[in-house]
């Protein structure tokens, strides 16, 4: 079984930055794209970014200029760097995985996001 782990959350003013880390614990067969989800309390899961292993990437409206996602398809990573971070952006960050012409995915366990004054 495939254990997909984020890093990288924390607590951080309106303003900075962060920069979130994601890896699979070892090579995902067929993988076809990667990507981060957010969940704020009482709200839905929702995608921040993905980015295909051809490349091609897309982000949520609200992000769009302040996040920019990459990623390593050889070493399963993945990463979001996050400037300008606002209030609106508090939420469990989870790292997303699929894989099997993308009718699969892994899952990481989530890391919290703060952003606050």
């Known amino acids: 079984q495939v254990q997909v782990a984020e890093s990288g959350g924390g607590l951080v003013r309106p303003g900075g930055s962060l920069r979130l880390s994601c890896a699979a614990s070892?090579?995902?067969?067929?993988?076809?794209?990667m990507g981060w989800y957010r969940q704020a309390p009482g709200k839905q899961r929702e995608l921040v970014a993905r980015i295909t292993i051809g490349g091609n990437t897309n982000y949520t409206d609200s992000v769009n200029g302040r996040f920019t996602i990459s990623g390593d398809n050889a070493k399963n990573t993945v990463y979001l760097q996050m400037n300008s971070l606002q209030p609106e952006d508090t939420a469990v960050y989870y790292c997303n995985m699929e894989y099997d012409r993308g009718t699969r995915s892994y899952w990481g366990q989530g890391t919290q996001v703060t952003v606050s004054s």
């Open positions: 070892r090579r995902i067969f067929q993988l076809n794209a």
